[in-house]
């Protein structure tokens, strides 16, 4: 677990400079599309969203705060570094939230304050290491046509309007009172307020000027997600890619798949599964703002090329998180000792997502899941199949990463959570053959017929795939019976036979 802390703050610490260091502003177009957009609503509504251009600076070895903060509260050494190195007074600076991890390395959060009143997109983040600033970003902004600070509307009077337009109720969150910086340098003071509507799906944060009674602009809470990949019910890629919009479950994945404690991720890390090769850090980004990750496979060329690489990631990223949330459906949830990073306070030990390497270097033509207790990650490792030329790539064949992750789901239900109970020859094989029937019933859940079950054709360009039998109804096909465990030997063999 303390390595696990470790490995996942320097993660997250490399996606927080990776995506602070990509809306760094620049003199190119790059810097209007990081920081503009135009929203549409629906209804022939469209409104701006903006966030004021942003720096970001790194101090290497560190930039020393001053010895009188050095015991500090972070609340106090995130204003007093802001406010120093803006050459602003500290009253402009709010702190907003901030944690300390199990390294001692801080992260604060502020917000600019005029008249009191916050500012919602003029923004800092420090990041502390050691009491010394290791990274500093902030949007601030020139505050000289923010308007006046007292609302001159009742923010009463503008719900209705803004909830036709929206095409929803707001809901019982108590309304705010800040300002919005506008990418003209004016700064409305908006009243901002929450309007849902379940059945369609949206959920808004509306910001209404508090002068004119205008929709300024809306936060829009529901993050949208798309991925390139073999859909969860296929077997593999042989029945096609597809770009999958929005696959994660609310009712699992509350938060998304891109959000760990308190950080959004633009790349194939989060709560449930890190995608990744080599290292941890080894993870495929969006390939275009908005969580895409749209990337086309070439078969025609090696596992390793172009970007098939970051197509086998985010193959990996999607199957799993997919398989989390449908089997959190059927009871394998937080307190069942599933895998997650944040157990959001639902019980059993967290610090365990799936981390999944995909074309591990220590191996070919298998794969493999390391179950350790409840409170440990899950490592499910992937090997390149060598049987065919181009070679193939064993996490874009579904049935057998669904196979690995039933391991971790079996060993994790038996024994309550001590991943200690499928040892013995006779439960290795019964392991083996759930691990079957889970990847079976996926394949075949869109299906109304019950067909034969062959596991891994593709990766063994075989019909007749890795076992010495299909799963079938017809004994014929499969003669196989319980007595005949007696002849066997080898835990895959035992059952049908990765
Ligand atoms: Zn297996």
């Known amino acids: 677990m303390v390595f696990f802390n470790r490995l996942l703050s320097s993660v997250l610490l490399a996606i927080l400079y990776a995506s602070y260091s990509n809306a760094a502003p620049s003199p190119s177009s790059d810097a209007t599309y990081s920081t503009q957009y135009v929203k549409d609503l629906g209804n022939g509504a469209k409104v701006q969203i903006f966030h004021p251009p942003s720096n970001y600076s790194t101090f290497g070895e560190g930039f020393d705060t001053p010895s009188s903060l050095s015991d500090a509260p972070i609340e106090d050494k995130t204003v007093s570094f802001v406010a120093s190195q803006l050459n602003i007074d500290s009253g402009k600076v709010s702190f907003k939230s901030g944690y ?3 390294n001692g390395e801080s992260f604060g959060y502020a917000q600019q304050l005029h008249d009191s009143v916050p500012i919602a997109n003029a923004v800092a983040n420090v990041a502390f290491k050691n009491n010394k600033v290791v990274a500093f970003g902030q949007s601030f902004v020139d505050t000289s046509k923010a308007a006046d600070s007292k609302p001159s ?12 337009i929206l095409q929803g109720k707001k ?14 340098g004016s700064i409305p003071l908006v009243h901002a307020f929450q309007v849902q509507n379940d059945n369609a799906g949206t959920f808004y944060e509306a910001l209404v000027d508090a002068h004119s009674g205008e929709l300024v602009s809306v936060t829009d809470f529901v993050a949208e997600a798309s991925y390139r990949a073999v859909p969860i019910y296929k077997q593999d890629i042989t029945q096609g890619l597809e770009l999958i919009t929005n696959p994660s479950l609310p009712s699992a994945s509350p938060s998304g798949w891109h959000y760990v404690r308190g950080v959004n991720t633009t790349v194939t890390f989060g709560n449930n599964v ?12 969006q390939s275009s703002s908005g969580l895409v990750f749209d990337y086309t496979y070439n078969p025609n060329v090696g596992p390793t090329a172009g970007s098939n690489v970051d197509a086998a990631r985010t193959n990996a990223f999607y199957l799993i998180n997919a398989y989390h949330d449908t089997l959190y459906q059927y009871g394998f949830t937080e307190s069942k000792f599933n895998f997650q990073y944040d157990n959001l306070g639902k019980g059993g030990a967290g610090n365990d997502p799936v981390l999944v390497s995909v074309q591990d270097a220590s191996g070919v033509n298998n794969a493999f899941f390391a179950t350790p207790p409840d409170g440990q990650p899950g490592q499910c490792t992937t090997y390149i199949f060598t049987y065919t030329n181009p070679n193939r790539d064993s996490v874009l064949s579904n049935d057998i990463v669904i196979h690995e992750l039933t391991h971790g789901l079996s060993n994790r239900l038996t024994g309550g959570g001590t991943a200690a109970c499928l040892q013995t020859l006779e439960s290795r094989g019964l392991g083996e053959g759930w691990s079957d029937a889970v990847a079976d019933w996926f394949v075949h859940s869109a299906s109304p017929q019950i067909t034969d079950f062959v596991f891994l054709p593709w990766l063994y360009n075989n019909p007749r795939g890795a076992r010495t039998r299909p799963y079938s109804t017809s004994t014929t096909t499969n003669g196989y019976r319980y007595a005949d465990i007696g002849q066997m030997n080898q835990q895959h063999s035992a059952f049908g036979p990765s």
Do not use: F, H, R
Request: aromatic letters at 4%.
């Open 274 to 285: 890190v995608a990744y090769k080599g290292a941890t850090t080894g993870t495929t980004k």
């Open 153 to 164: 509307i009742d923010v009463s009077t503008v719900v209705s309007k803004v909830e036709g």
């Open 100 to 102: 300390t991890n199990d």
């Open 171 to 184: 809901n019982d969150i108590e309304p705010t009172v800040k300002y919005l910086a506008q990418p003209d």
